[in-house]
Protein backbone atom coordinates (compact mmCIF):
# COMPACT_ATOMS: atom_id res chain seq x y z
CA UNK A 1 0.00 0.00 0.00
CA UNK A 2 1.34 3.65 -0.97
CA UNK A 3 1.76 6.35 1.41
CA UNK A 4 1.16 9.69 -0.20
CA UNK A 5 4.83 11.74 -0.38
CA UNK A 6 3.14 14.80 0.75
CA UNK A 7 0.24 14.73 3.08
CA UNK A 8 -2.73 15.62 2.91
CA UNK A 9 -4.08 19.04 4.13
CA UNK A 10 -6.34 17.42 6.77
CA UNK A 11 -3.27 15.13 8.13
CA UNK A 12 -1.37 18.59 9.03
CA UNK A 13 -4.07 19.78 10.84
CA UNK A 14 -4.36 16.49 12.84
CA UNK A 15 -1.46 17.32 15.49
CA UNK A 16 1.19 14.37 16.13
CA UNK A 17 0.69 12.38 19.41
CA UNK A 18 2.81 12.83 22.46
CA UNK A 19 6.10 10.87 21.26
CA UNK A 20 5.33 9.96 18.41
CA UNK A 21 5.44 11.17 15.04
CA UNK A 22 3.40 10.32 12.15
CA UNK A 23 6.23 8.49 10.65
CA UNK A 24 6.49 5.81 13.42
CA UNK A 25 2.77 5.23 12.43
CA UNK A 26 4.02 4.72 8.27
CA UNK A 27 7.10 2.59 9.17
CA UNK A 28 4.83 -0.38 10.02
CA UNK A 29 2.87 -0.66 7.29
CA UNK A 30 4.30 -2.73 4.65
CA UNK A 31 5.76 -2.03 1.20
CA UNK A 32 4.88 2.09 2.35
CA UNK A 33 6.99 4.57 0.51
CA UNK A 34 9.40 6.53 3.48
CA UNK A 35 11.11 8.59 1.81
CA UNK A 36 10.76 11.99 3.74
CA UNK A 37 9.85 12.68 7.27
CA UNK A 38 6.83 13.68 7.08
CA UNK A 39 6.48 14.70 10.78
CA UNK A 40 8.94 17.70 10.22
CA UNK A 41 7.72 18.64 6.77
CA UNK A 42 3.90 19.04 8.37
CA UNK A 43 5.22 21.11 10.79
CA UNK A 44 7.13 23.29 8.34
CA UNK A 45 3.89 22.97 6.22
CA UNK A 46 1.89 24.09 9.00
CA UNK A 47 3.88 27.33 10.05
CA UNK A 48 4.12 27.99 6.42
CA UNK A 49 0.64 28.00 5.81
CA UNK A 50 -0.20 30.05 8.45
CA UNK A 51 2.99 32.70 7.77
CA UNK A 52 1.16 32.99 4.40
CA UNK A 53 -2.41 33.18 6.10
CA UNK A 54 -1.42 36.56 8.11
CA UNK A 55 0.57 37.88 5.06
CA UNK A 56 -2.44 37.44 3.03
CA UNK A 57 -5.38 38.71 5.51
CA UNK A 58 -2.57 41.90 6.32
CA UNK A 59 -2.48 42.54 2.38
CA UNK A 60 -6.10 42.32 2.74
CA UNK A 61 -6.83 44.67 5.68
CA UNK A 62 -4.54 47.02 3.85
CA UNK A 63 -5.68 47.06 0.88
CA UNK A 64 -9.30 47.60 2.36
CA UNK A 65 -7.87 50.38 4.59
CA UNK A 66 -6.07 51.86 1.54
CA UNK A 67 -9.19 51.64 -0.40
CA UNK A 68 -11.31 53.25 2.77
CA UNK A 69 -8.93 56.10 3.05
CA UNK A 70 -9.22 56.39 -0.43
CA UNK A 71 -12.93 56.79 -0.65
CA UNK A 72 -12.94 58.57 2.08
CA UNK A 73 -10.56 61.29 0.69
CA UNK A 74 -11.73 60.81 -2.92
CA UNK A 75 -15.36 60.38 -2.70
CA UNK A 76 -18.11 62.01 -1.90
CA UNK A 77 -21.53 60.08 -0.84
CA UNK A 78 -25.25 60.14 -0.08
CA UNK A 79 -27.45 58.09 1.38
CA UNK A 80 -31.24 58.05 0.34
CA UNK A 81 -33.77 56.77 2.26
CA UNK A 82 -37.24 55.41 1.38
CA UNK A 83 -40.34 57.32 1.29
CA UNK A 84 -38.37 60.51 0.93
CA UNK A 85 -38.87 62.25 -2.41
CA UNK A 86 -35.29 62.03 -3.65
CA UNK A 87 -35.31 58.22 -3.20
CA UNK A 88 -37.53 58.13 -5.99
CA UNK A 89 -35.79 60.80 -7.86
CA UNK A 90 -32.47 58.27 -8.06
CA UNK A 91 -34.17 55.47 -8.44
CA UNK A 92 -35.97 56.38 -11.21
CA UNK A 93 -32.23 57.68 -12.82
CA UNK A 94 -30.46 54.33 -11.73
CA UNK A 95 -32.82 52.74 -13.79
CA UNK A 96 -32.63 55.28 -17.11
CA UNK A 97 -28.78 54.50 -16.83
CA UNK A 98 -28.87 50.95 -17.06
CA UNK A 99 -27.48 50.09 -13.97
CA UNK A 100 -29.09 47.52 -13.23
CA UNK A 101 -28.75 45.65 -16.49
CA UNK A 102 -26.67 42.93 -14.73
CA UNK A 103 -29.33 42.52 -12.04
CA UNK A 104 -31.02 38.74 -11.85
CA UNK A 105 -32.42 39.21 -8.95
CA UNK A 106 -35.96 41.46 -8.68
CA UNK A 107 -38.96 42.05 -6.69
CA UNK A 108 -42.20 41.46 -8.51
CA UNK A 109 -45.30 43.49 -7.76
CA UNK A 110 -48.49 44.35 -9.52
CA UNK A 111 -48.25 46.98 -12.08
CA UNK A 112 -49.70 50.50 -10.76
CA UNK A 113 -49.24 53.92 -10.78
CA UNK A 114 -47.21 54.40 -7.62
CA UNK A 115 -43.76 53.04 -9.53
CA UNK A 116 -42.58 54.83 -12.77
CA UNK A 117 -39.20 52.94 -12.45
CA UNK A 118 -39.52 49.70 -13.00
CA UNK A 119 -37.30 47.76 -15.10
CA UNK A 120 -38.65 45.89 -18.23
CA UNK A 121 -37.49 42.48 -18.32
CA UNK A 122 -39.07 41.74 -21.87
CA UNK A 123 -37.12 41.62 -24.68
CA UNK A 124 -40.37 42.27 -26.68
CA UNK A 125 -40.54 46.57 -26.73
CA UNK A 126 -44.16 45.74 -26.94
CA UNK A 127 -44.79 43.79 -23.92
CA UNK A 128 -45.88 45.93 -21.40
CA UNK A 129 -46.73 43.30 -18.97
CA UNK A 130 -49.11 43.84 -16.02
CA UNK A 131 -46.10 43.55 -13.09
CA UNK A 132 -43.48 46.41 -12.12
CA UNK A 133 -39.83 44.65 -12.14
CA UNK A 134 -37.91 46.59 -9.40
CA UNK A 135 -34.43 45.35 -8.57
CA UNK A 136 -33.54 43.68 -5.46
CA UNK A 137 -30.00 45.44 -5.51
CA UNK A 138 -28.11 44.44 -2.40
CA UNK A 139 -24.43 43.88 -3.88
CA UNK A 140 -23.14 47.11 -5.01
CA UNK A 141 -22.67 47.89 -8.48
CA UNK A 142 -20.19 50.10 -10.12
CA UNK A 143 -21.46 52.99 -13.42
CA UNK A 144 -19.54 55.64 -14.81
CA UNK A 145 -21.16 58.71 -15.54
CA UNK A 146 -19.65 61.79 -17.36
CA UNK A 147 -16.53 59.84 -16.82
CA UNK A 148 -16.78 59.58 -12.90
CA UNK A 149 -16.83 56.39 -11.25
CA UNK A 150 -20.29 55.99 -9.06
CA UNK A 151 -20.84 53.09 -6.40
CA UNK A 152 -24.32 52.44 -5.68
CA UNK A 153 -25.73 49.91 -2.75
CA UNK A 154 -29.32 49.15 -1.95
CA UNK A 155 -28.75 48.37 2.08
CA UNK A 156 -31.12 47.70 5.02
CA UNK A 157 -31.48 51.08 7.06
CA UNK A 158 -32.11 52.03 10.64
CA UNK A 159 -34.49 54.78 11.53
CA UNK A 160 -36.23 56.26 14.08
CA UNK A 161 -39.99 55.22 14.16
CA UNK A 162 -42.78 58.01 15.75
CA UNK A 163 -42.83 55.68 19.01
CA UNK A 164 -39.09 55.86 19.35
CA UNK A 165 -38.35 52.52 18.46
CA UNK A 166 -35.96 51.54 15.54
CA UNK A 167 -37.73 50.74 12.40
CA UNK A 168 -36.15 48.78 9.96
CA UNK A 169 -36.20 50.79 6.13
CA UNK A 170 -34.46 51.13 2.89
CA UNK A 171 -32.04 52.94 1.69
CA UNK A 172 -29.42 54.03 -1.64
CA UNK A 173 -26.10 55.00 -0.93
CA UNK A 174 -24.41 56.25 -3.77
CA UNK A 175 -20.12 57.02 -3.51
CA UNK A 176 -19.24 59.06 -6.73
CA UNK A 177 -15.26 59.20 -6.42
CA UNK A 178 -14.09 62.13 -7.06
CA UNK A 179 -13.39 65.34 -4.63
CA UNK A 180 -16.12 67.60 -6.35
CA UNK A 181 -18.86 67.81 -4.55
CA UNK A 182 -20.95 69.81 -7.00
CA UNK A 183 -20.17 66.27 -8.82
CA UNK A 184 -22.93 64.56 -6.26
CA UNK A 185 -25.21 67.66 -6.28
CA UNK A 186 -25.17 67.48 -10.27
CA UNK A 187 -26.23 64.16 -10.22
CA UNK A 188 -28.86 64.28 -7.72
CA UNK A 189 -30.14 67.45 -9.66
CA UNK A 190 -30.17 65.81 -13.65
CA UNK A 191 -31.97 62.88 -11.25
CA UNK A 192 -34.36 65.53 -10.51
CA UNK A 193 -34.74 66.80 -14.00
CA UNK A 194 -35.86 63.58 -15.02
CA UNK A 195 -37.81 62.34 -12.40
CA UNK A 196 -39.99 65.83 -12.96
CA UNK A 197 -39.77 64.70 -16.72
CA UNK A 198 -41.15 61.13 -16.33
CA UNK A 199 -43.90 62.25 -14.10
CA UNK A 200 -45.22 65.28 -16.24
CA UNK A 201 -48.16 63.47 -17.25
CA UNK A 202 -49.07 62.61 -13.19
CA UNK A 203 -49.72 64.38 -10.57
CA UNK A 204 -47.01 63.20 -7.25
CA UNK A 205 -49.44 62.91 -4.10
CA UNK A 206 -47.72 62.27 -1.25
CA UNK A 207 -49.60 60.82 1.62
CA UNK A 208 -49.07 61.15 5.12
CA UNK A 209 -51.33 58.28 5.97
CA UNK A 210 -49.00 55.91 7.82
CA UNK A 211 -47.75 55.91 11.73
CA UNK A 212 -44.85 54.52 11.20
CA UNK A 213 -42.39 57.52 10.13
CA UNK A 214 -38.48 57.57 10.34
CA UNK A 215 -36.40 59.96 11.13
CA UNK A 216 -37.09 61.45 8.10
CA UNK A 217 -40.08 61.68 7.57
CA UNK A 218 -41.36 58.65 5.06
CA UNK A 219 -44.32 59.43 3.03
CA UNK A 220 -46.94 57.11 0.57
CA UNK A 221 -46.20 58.09 -2.92
CA UNK A 222 -49.16 57.97 -5.58
CA UNK A 223 -49.25 58.82 -8.75
CA UNK A 224 -52.52 60.10 -11.02
CA UNK A 225 -52.79 61.31 -14.69
CA UNK A 226 -53.29 65.10 -14.14
CA UNK A 227 -56.92 65.92 -14.56
CA UNK A 228 -57.35 68.27 -17.70
CA UNK A 229 -59.07 72.13 -16.30
CA UNK A 230 -61.52 71.32 -19.17
CA UNK A 231 -62.97 68.16 -17.23
CA UNK A 232 -63.74 70.44 -14.37
CA UNK A 233 -66.99 72.30 -14.61
CA UNK A 234 -67.53 75.05 -12.55
CA UNK A 235 -69.11 78.50 -12.77
CA UNK A 236 -67.56 80.68 -15.25
CA UNK A 237 -64.15 82.40 -14.20
CA UNK A 238 -63.79 80.36 -11.14
CA UNK A 239 -60.97 77.71 -12.00
CA UNK A 240 -59.01 80.53 -14.10
CA UNK A 241 -59.39 83.09 -11.33
CA UNK A 242 -58.02 80.04 -8.87
CA UNK A 243 -55.00 79.51 -11.15
CA UNK A 244 -53.87 83.49 -12.27
CA UNK A 245 -54.15 83.62 -8.55
CA UNK A 246 -51.38 80.64 -7.52
CA UNK A 247 -49.43 81.65 -11.06
CA UNK A 248 -48.89 85.10 -9.90
CA UNK A 249 -48.46 83.80 -6.34
CA UNK A 250 -45.31 81.96 -7.60
CA UNK A 251 -44.30 84.75 -9.99
CA UNK A 252 -44.06 87.59 -7.10
CA UNK A 253 -41.51 85.60 -4.54
CA UNK A 254 -39.16 88.62 -4.51
CA UNK A 255 -42.06 91.19 -3.82
CA UNK A 256 -43.01 89.08 -0.97
CA UNK A 257 -39.42 88.79 0.51
CA UNK A 258 -39.39 92.31 -0.12
CA UNK A 259 -42.48 92.40 2.38
CA UNK A 260 -41.40 90.53 4.94
CA UNK A 261 -44.57 88.56 4.37
CA UNK A 262 -44.05 84.67 4.10
CA UNK A 263 -43.87 83.81 0.93
CA UNK A 264 -47.76 81.46 1.11
CA UNK A 265 -50.66 81.38 0.10
CA UNK A 266 -53.85 79.62 1.95
CA UNK A 267 -56.89 78.77 -0.13
CA UNK A 268 -60.15 77.10 1.94
CA UNK A 269 -62.62 75.24 -0.81
CA UNK A 270 -65.60 74.58 0.86
CA UNK A 271 -69.11 73.31 -0.12
CA UNK A 272 -70.94 69.63 -0.02
CA UNK A 273 -69.67 66.62 -0.98
CA UNK A 274 -69.07 65.86 -5.01
CA UNK A 275 -68.73 69.31 -6.34
CA UNK A 276 -65.25 69.18 -6.98
CA UNK A 277 -63.09 70.63 -4.36
CA UNK A 278 -60.39 67.81 -4.71
CA UNK A 279 -60.75 67.57 -8.13
CA UNK A 280 -60.15 71.08 -8.85
CA UNK A 281 -56.63 70.95 -6.16
CA UNK A 282 -55.65 67.97 -8.79
CA UNK A 283 -56.51 70.02 -11.60
CA UNK A 284 -54.06 72.86 -10.03
CA UNK A 285 -51.61 70.80 -9.35
CA UNK A 286 -51.34 69.37 -12.89
CA UNK A 287 -51.21 72.26 -14.38
CA UNK A 288 -48.82 74.45 -12.26
CA UNK A 289 -46.57 71.10 -12.22
CA UNK A 290 -46.60 70.94 -8.30
CA UNK A 291 -46.32 67.92 -5.97
CA UNK A 292 -49.17 67.50 -3.46
CA UNK A 293 -48.40 66.39 0.35
CA UNK A 294 -51.64 65.33 1.86
CA UNK A 295 -52.67 65.18 5.17
CA UNK A 296 -56.29 63.46 6.66
CA UNK A 297 -56.46 64.46 10.05
CA UNK A 298 -59.22 62.29 10.78
CA UNK A 299 -56.09 59.21 11.54
CA UNK A 300 -55.65 58.55 15.24
CA UNK A 301 -52.41 58.36 14.95
CA UNK A 302 -52.03 62.23 13.70
CA UNK A 303 -50.77 64.76 15.94
CA UNK A 304 -49.71 68.13 16.85
CA UNK A 305 -45.46 66.74 16.56
CA UNK A 306 -46.52 64.44 13.38
CA UNK A 307 -47.75 67.20 11.44
CA UNK A 308 -44.39 69.01 12.24
CA UNK A 309 -42.24 67.01 11.75
CA UNK A 310 -44.41 66.15 7.97
CA UNK A 311 -44.40 70.01 7.37
CA UNK A 312 -40.52 70.03 7.91
CA UNK A 313 -39.96 67.86 4.93
CA UNK A 314 -42.13 69.19 2.34
CA UNK A 315 -39.97 70.65 -0.47
CA UNK A 316 -40.39 74.41 -2.40
CA UNK A 317 -43.74 74.65 -4.93
CA UNK A 318 -45.67 72.15 -3.07
CA UNK A 319 -49.11 71.87 -2.77
CA UNK A 320 -49.91 71.44 0.79
CA UNK A 321 -53.08 69.74 1.38
CA UNK A 322 -55.35 69.25 4.28
CA UNK A 323 -58.78 67.62 3.31
CA UNK A 324 -61.74 67.93 5.56
CA UNK A 325 -59.83 70.33 8.02
CA UNK A 326 -63.45 70.16 10.31
CA UNK A 327 -62.42 66.54 11.24
CA UNK A 328 -59.38 67.48 13.70
CA UNK A 329 -61.05 69.54 15.87
CA UNK A 330 -63.94 68.18 18.45
CA UNK A 331 -66.84 67.94 15.89
CA UNK A 332 -70.25 69.36 17.12
CA UNK A 333 -73.79 66.93 16.89
CA UNK A 334 -74.97 65.66 13.68
CA UNK A 335 -76.51 68.28 11.77
CA UNK A 336 -79.69 66.32 11.98
CA UNK A 337 -79.32 66.96 15.54
CA UNK A 338 -79.64 70.51 16.03
CA UNK A 339 -82.88 71.43 17.36
CA UNK A 340 -81.53 74.67 18.95
CA UNK A 341 -79.89 72.71 21.76
CA UNK A 342 -76.41 74.37 22.83
CA UNK A 343 -73.53 72.31 20.53
CA UNK A 344 -71.49 69.88 22.41
CA UNK A 345 -68.01 70.07 22.28
CA UNK A 346 -67.46 67.45 24.89
CA UNK A 347 -66.39 64.64 22.51
CA UNK A 348 -63.20 63.49 22.12
CA UNK A 349 -61.58 64.93 18.80
CA UNK A 350 -60.84 61.92 16.19
CA UNK A 351 -57.02 62.62 16.11
CA UNK A 352 -54.10 64.05 18.47
CA UNK A 353 -54.19 67.43 16.53
CA UNK A 354 -54.92 70.33 18.39
CA UNK A 355 -56.12 73.85 17.13
CA UNK A 356 -52.65 75.61 18.27
CA UNK A 357 -50.92 72.31 16.40
CA UNK A 358 -52.60 72.87 13.03
CA UNK A 359 -51.91 76.74 13.29
CA UNK A 360 -47.95 76.09 13.89
CA UNK A 361 -48.57 73.85 11.19
CA UNK A 362 -49.93 76.80 8.59
CA UNK A 363 -47.28 79.08 10.11
CA UNK A 364 -44.95 76.64 9.45
CA UNK A 365 -45.45 76.10 5.40
CA UNK A 366 -43.88 79.30 5.31
CA UNK A 367 -40.40 78.36 6.52
CA UNK A 368 -39.91 76.69 3.36
CA UNK A 369 -40.78 79.15 1.10
CA UNK A 370 -43.32 78.94 -1.88
CA UNK A 371 -45.85 76.93 -0.75
CA UNK A 372 -49.95 77.01 -1.30
CA UNK A 373 -51.72 75.44 1.32
CA UNK A 374 -54.98 74.26 0.45
CA UNK A 375 -57.65 72.89 3.06
CA UNK A 376 -60.82 71.50 1.89
CA UNK A 377 -64.55 71.08 3.98
CA UNK A 378 -68.01 70.32 3.90
CA UNK A 379 -68.15 72.52 7.02
CA UNK A 380 -67.10 75.31 6.64
CA UNK A 381 -69.12 77.17 9.35
CA UNK A 382 -67.51 74.62 11.85
CA UNK A 383 -64.00 76.12 11.40
CA UNK A 384 -61.60 78.18 14.18
CA UNK A 385 -61.77 81.83 13.55
CA UNK A 386 -58.26 81.81 14.12
CA UNK A 387 -58.00 79.15 11.21
CA UNK A 388 -59.64 81.45 8.68
CA UNK A 389 -57.46 84.42 9.27
CA UNK A 390 -55.93 86.19 6.56
CA UNK A 391 -52.26 85.38 5.77
CA UNK A 392 -54.04 81.78 7.02
CA UNK A 393 -56.52 81.43 4.62
CA UNK A 394 -56.18 84.03 2.21
CA UNK A 395 -58.75 83.30 -0.63
CA UNK A 396 -61.96 80.74 0.67
CA UNK A 397 -63.62 79.53 -2.85
CA UNK A 398 -67.67 78.26 -2.17
CA UNK A 399 -68.41 75.28 -3.97
CA UNK A 400 -72.20 74.35 -5.02
CA UNK A 401 -74.22 72.11 -5.85
CA UNK A 402 -75.02 71.92 -9.82
CA UNK A 403 -76.92 75.03 -11.44
CA UNK A 404 -78.59 73.95 -14.77
CA UNK A 405 -75.50 75.18 -16.54
CA UNK A 406 -73.44 72.89 -14.92
CA UNK A 407 -75.48 69.84 -16.07
CA UNK A 408 -75.16 70.93 -19.14
CA UNK A 409 -71.75 71.32 -19.74
CA UNK A 410 -71.12 67.78 -17.60
CA UNK A 411 -73.26 66.13 -20.10
CA UNK A 412 -71.64 67.90 -23.20
CA UNK A 413 -68.05 66.58 -21.37
CA UNK A 414 -69.12 63.36 -21.01
CA UNK A 415 -70.40 62.41 -24.45
CA UNK A 416 -68.35 64.58 -26.67
CA UNK A 417 -67.03 62.72 -29.48
CA UNK A 418 -69.77 59.64 -28.63
CA UNK A 419 -71.70 58.02 -30.96
CA UNK A 420 -75.87 57.85 -30.94
CA UNK A 421 -77.60 55.15 -29.07
CA UNK A 422 -76.89 51.52 -30.53
CA UNK A 423 -81.32 51.07 -30.11
CA UNK A 424 -82.48 54.66 -30.85
CA UNK A 425 -85.58 53.62 -30.75
CA UNK A 426 -85.63 51.47 -27.73
CA UNK A 427 -88.73 52.54 -25.29
CA UNK A 428 -88.50 53.16 -21.60
CA UNK A 429 -90.13 50.59 -19.22
CA UNK A 430 -93.22 52.24 -17.76
CA UNK A 431 -91.92 51.26 -14.01
CA UNK A 432 -88.59 53.24 -14.75
CA UNK A 433 -88.44 55.98 -12.45
CA UNK A 434 -90.96 57.12 -9.61
CA UNK A 435 -91.74 53.66 -7.66
CA UNK A 436 -90.01 51.79 -5.59
CA UNK A 437 -88.43 53.54 -2.85
CA UNK A 438 -90.80 51.62 -0.82
CA UNK A 439 -88.59 48.92 -1.57
CA UNK A 440 -86.53 49.76 1.59
CA UNK A 441 -88.47 47.10 3.71
CA UNK A 442 -85.83 47.05 6.28
CA UNK A 443 -86.66 50.35 7.99
CA UNK A 444 -83.21 51.39 8.66
CA UNK A 445 -82.65 54.28 6.55
CA UNK A 446 -82.50 54.93 2.80
CA UNK A 447 -83.61 53.10 0.21
CA UNK A 448 -81.33 51.40 -2.04
CA UNK A 449 -81.27 52.93 -5.44
CA UNK A 450 -81.94 50.30 -8.10
CA UNK A 451 -80.75 50.81 -11.24
CA UNK A 452 -83.77 50.80 -13.00
CA UNK A 453 -81.84 51.93 -16.73
CA UNK A 454 -83.49 50.01 -19.92
CA UNK A 455 -80.45 47.87 -21.03
CA UNK A 456 -80.20 46.97 -24.04
CA UNK A 457 -81.46 44.14 -25.61
CA UNK A 458 -78.63 42.22 -27.03
CA UNK A 459 -80.79 39.42 -29.02
CA UNK A 460 -82.68 42.97 -30.35
CA UNK A 461 -79.14 44.41 -31.46
CA UNK A 462 -77.75 41.90 -32.95
CA UNK A 463 -80.97 41.20 -35.03
CA UNK A 464 -81.32 45.10 -36.18
CA UNK A 465 -77.38 45.42 -36.82
CA UNK A 466 -78.12 49.05 -36.54
CA UNK A 467 -74.68 50.83 -37.16
CA UNK A 468 -73.61 53.92 -34.81
CA UNK A 469 -73.79 57.16 -35.76
CA UNK A 470 -71.72 60.06 -34.22
CA UNK A 471 -73.26 62.76 -32.41
CA UNK A 472 -73.18 65.80 -33.94
CA UNK A 473 -72.62 69.26 -32.11
CA UNK A 474 -76.08 70.40 -32.38
CA UNK A 475 -77.52 67.12 -31.50
CA UNK A 476 -74.79 67.20 -28.52
CA UNK A 477 -76.07 70.30 -27.77
CA UNK A 478 -79.66 69.65 -27.50
CA UNK A 479 -79.53 66.35 -25.97
CA UNK A 480 -77.38 68.17 -23.00
CA UNK A 481 -80.19 70.66 -22.83
CA UNK A 482 -82.69 68.08 -22.56
CA UNK A 483 -80.69 66.49 -19.45
CA UNK A 484 -80.31 69.98 -17.65
CA UNK A 485 -84.04 71.29 -18.18
CA UNK A 486 -84.61 67.75 -15.88
CA UNK A 487 -82.82 69.21 -12.66
CA UNK A 488 -83.56 72.20 -10.76
CA UNK A 489 -80.21 74.55 -9.96
CA UNK A 490 -78.81 73.32 -6.60
CA UNK A 491 -80.58 70.19 -6.41
CA UNK A 492 -77.68 67.07 -6.82
CA UNK A 493 -74.31 67.12 -7.01
CA UNK A 494 -71.89 67.03 -10.34
CA UNK A 495 -70.55 64.00 -8.75
CA UNK A 496 -74.54 62.51 -8.81
CA UNK A 497 -75.01 63.73 -12.21
CA UNK A 498 -71.64 62.28 -13.16
CA UNK A 499 -72.60 58.81 -11.26
CA UNK A 500 -75.99 58.77 -13.96
CA UNK A 501 -74.48 59.66 -16.40
CA UNK A 502 -71.47 56.96 -16.40
CA UNK A 503 -74.46 54.09 -15.66
CA UNK A 504 -75.65 55.28 -19.56
CA UNK A 505 -72.64 55.85 -20.89
CA UNK A 506 -73.11 54.31 -24.25
CA UNK A 507 -76.92 55.68 -24.29
CA UNK A 508 -76.23 59.64 -24.89
CA UNK A 509 -80.11 59.90 -26.31
CA UNK A 510 -81.81 57.39 -23.57
CA UNK A 511 -79.87 59.07 -21.01
CA UNK A 512 -81.22 62.65 -21.75
CA UNK A 513 -84.76 61.08 -22.23
CA UNK A 514 -84.82 59.32 -19.09
CA UNK A 515 -83.06 61.92 -16.70
CA UNK A 516 -87.20 63.10 -15.57
CA UNK A 517 -87.39 59.32 -14.12
CA UNK A 518 -84.42 59.44 -12.47
CA UNK A 519 -84.67 63.08 -11.13
CA UNK A 520 -88.21 61.80 -9.79
CA UNK A 521 -86.93 58.04 -8.14
CA UNK A 522 -84.14 60.68 -6.03
CA UNK A 523 -86.37 63.11 -4.63
CA UNK A 524 -88.96 60.22 -3.82
CA UNK A 525 -86.16 58.63 -1.70
CA UNK A 526 -84.66 62.11 -0.30
CA UNK A 527 -88.33 62.55 1.29
CA UNK A 528 -88.26 59.38 2.56
CA UNK A 529 -84.72 59.61 3.68
CA UNK A 530 -85.99 63.04 5.29
CA UNK A 531 -89.14 61.50 7.05
CA UNK A 532 -86.57 59.16 8.57
CA UNK A 533 -84.01 61.69 9.56
CA UNK A 534 -86.99 64.00 11.36
CA UNK A 535 -88.32 60.77 13.23
CA UNK A 536 -85.11 59.75 14.03
CA UNK A 537 -84.65 63.58 15.80
CA UNK A 538 -87.57 63.36 17.23
CA UNK A 539 -87.29 60.27 19.03
CA UNK A 540 -84.00 62.01 20.09
CA UNK A 541 -85.51 65.10 21.00
CA UNK A 542 -88.20 63.22 23.48
CA UNK A 543 -85.43 61.05 24.88
CA UNK A 544 -83.85 64.74 26.26
CA UNK A 545 -86.94 66.35 27.43
CA UNK A 546 -87.30 62.90 29.40
CA UNK A 547 -83.86 63.13 30.73
CA UNK A 548 -84.15 67.07 31.81
CA UNK A 549 -87.23 66.10 33.57
CA UNK A 550 -85.85 62.98 35.29
CA UNK A 551 -82.81 65.68 36.48
CA UNK A 552 -84.87 68.39 37.16
CA UNK A 553 -86.99 66.07 39.53
CA UNK A 554 -84.07 64.68 40.68
CA UNK A 555 -80.78 66.54 40.58
CA UNK A 556 -78.63 63.94 42.17
CA UNK A 557 -79.79 60.60 40.53
CA UNK A 558 -78.75 61.25 36.75
CA UNK A 559 -80.67 58.28 34.96
CA UNK A 560 -77.13 56.67 33.34
CA UNK A 561 -77.59 53.21 31.31
CA UNK A 562 -77.04 50.84 34.17
CA UNK A 563 -77.48 52.85 37.37
CA UNK A 564 -80.19 51.54 39.37
CA UNK A 565 -83.42 53.01 39.01
CA UNK A 566 -85.26 55.54 41.22
CA UNK A 567 -85.84 55.56 44.23
CA UNK A 568 -83.09 57.68 45.40
CA UNK A 569 -80.63 55.20 47.42
CA UNK A 570 -80.61 57.75 50.91
CA UNK A 571 -84.00 56.84 52.68
CA UNK A 572 -85.79 60.25 52.47
CA UNK A 573 -85.91 62.77 55.24
CA UNK A 574 -81.64 61.39 56.05
CA UNK A 575 -79.79 64.59 56.07
CA UNK A 576 -77.85 64.69 51.89
CA UNK A 577 -73.82 64.85 52.11
CA UNK A 578 -72.94 68.19 52.02
CA UNK A 579 -72.02 67.81 48.20
CA UNK A 580 -75.93 67.09 47.10
CA UNK A 581 -76.52 69.68 49.30
CA UNK A 582 -74.73 72.42 47.84
CA UNK A 583 -77.25 71.66 44.77
CA UNK A 584 -79.57 74.76 43.47
CA UNK A 585 -82.10 72.90 43.58
CA UNK A 586 -82.76 70.20 46.61
CA UNK A 587 -84.37 67.34 45.29
CA UNK A 588 -88.39 67.91 46.92
CA UNK A 589 -89.54 64.98 48.94
CA UNK A 590 -91.37 62.37 47.49
CA UNK A 591 -95.30 62.13 48.41
CA UNK A 592 -96.16 58.55 49.19
CA UNK A 593 -92.43 57.35 48.81
CA UNK A 594 -91.52 54.30 50.64
CA UNK A 595 -88.69 55.07 52.59
CA UNK A 596 -85.24 53.27 51.01
CA UNK A 597 -84.92 49.77 52.69
CA UNK A 598 -80.94 48.32 53.62
CA UNK A 599 -81.16 46.69 50.08
CA UNK A 600 -81.00 49.51 48.20
CA UNK A 601 -77.57 50.00 46.16
CA UNK A 602 -75.46 52.91 47.17
CA UNK A 603 -74.81 55.13 43.94
CA UNK A 604 -71.13 54.61 42.21
CA UNK A 605 -68.82 56.51 44.73
CA UNK A 606 -67.96 58.54 41.72
CA UNK A 607 -71.21 59.99 40.66
CA UNK A 608 -72.21 63.32 42.22
CA UNK A 609 -68.89 63.20 43.68
CA UNK A 610 -70.29 61.21 46.74
CA UNK A 611 -67.23 59.83 48.95
N1 LIG B 1 -67.60 70.57 -10.86
C1 LIG B 1 -67.30 69.35 -11.31
N2 LIG B 1 -66.97 69.17 -12.59
C2 LIG B 1 -66.67 67.95 -13.06
N3 LIG B 1 -66.68 66.85 -12.30
C3 LIG B 1 -66.99 66.98 -11.01
C4 LIG B 1 -67.31 68.23 -10.45
N4 LIG B 1 -67.58 68.06 -9.14
C5 LIG B 1 -67.42 66.78 -8.89
N5 LIG B 1 -67.07 66.11 -10.00
C6 LIG B 1 -66.80 64.67 -10.10
O1 LIG B 1 -67.27 64.08 -8.91
C7 LIG B 1 -66.30 63.24 -8.32
C8 LIG B 1 -65.98 63.72 -6.91
O2 LIG B 1 -65.40 65.00 -6.99
P1 LIG B 1 -64.45 65.60 -5.86
O3 LIG B 1 -63.76 64.52 -5.13
O4 LIG B 1 -63.60 66.63 -6.49
O5 LIG B 1 -65.50 66.27 -4.91
P2 LIG B 1 -65.25 66.95 -3.50
O6 LIG B 1 -66.02 68.21 -3.50
O7 LIG B 1 -63.80 67.03 -3.22
O8 LIG B 1 -65.94 65.90 -2.54
P3 LIG B 1 -65.65 65.65 -0.98
O9 LIG B 1 -66.05 66.88 -0.26
O10 LIG B 1 -66.54 64.49 -0.68
O11 LIG B 1 -64.20 65.33 -0.88
C9 LIG B 1 -65.10 63.26 -9.23
O12 LIG B 1 -65.09 62.07 -9.98
C10 LIG B 1 -65.32 64.43 -10.16
O13 LIG B 1 -64.94 64.09 -11.44
Request: include cysteine.
Amino acid sequence: MAVPLIPSFVDLLVPPRRGQSLWDGIKGIPGSIQVVDIARLRHTWAYGCLAAGAVVDACRRAFVWLYNRFKFRNSTSAEFVLGDPAYEWIVLFLTENDVWQHTRDFRVSSKSSKLVYGVSVSADPDITGSADYVPAYESPQLFLWRGYWVEVQRCRAQVQANTGQPQQSTAIFLTVFTRKLSVLSELVEEAHRGYQQKIKPYVTIFLADSPSFGGSFLWNVKRKPHRPMESIILPDGVLDDLINDAKRFFASEAWYHRAGIPHRRGYLLYGPPGTGKSSTIHAIAGELNLEIHSFSLSSSFVDDAFLQRATATIPKRSIVLVEDIDCALPSREEDDDSDGSPVRRDRPPRSGVTLSGLLNMIDGIGSEEGKLFFATTNYADRLDPALMRPGRIDRRVRYTLATGAQAQGLFERLFKDAEEDVLPHQEVPADTGASSSKADSDGLGVAPIVDKTPKPDSSLASSKETVPQSLSDARLGELAQQFAAAVRDYEFSPAELQGYLLLNRDRPVAAAREMSAWVALQREERELKAERKAERRERRRAARAKEAAHFQQHPHYPSVPGYPPFPPPFPIGMPTPHVLSASPTPSPPLAGATPATTNVESPPKHINGVS
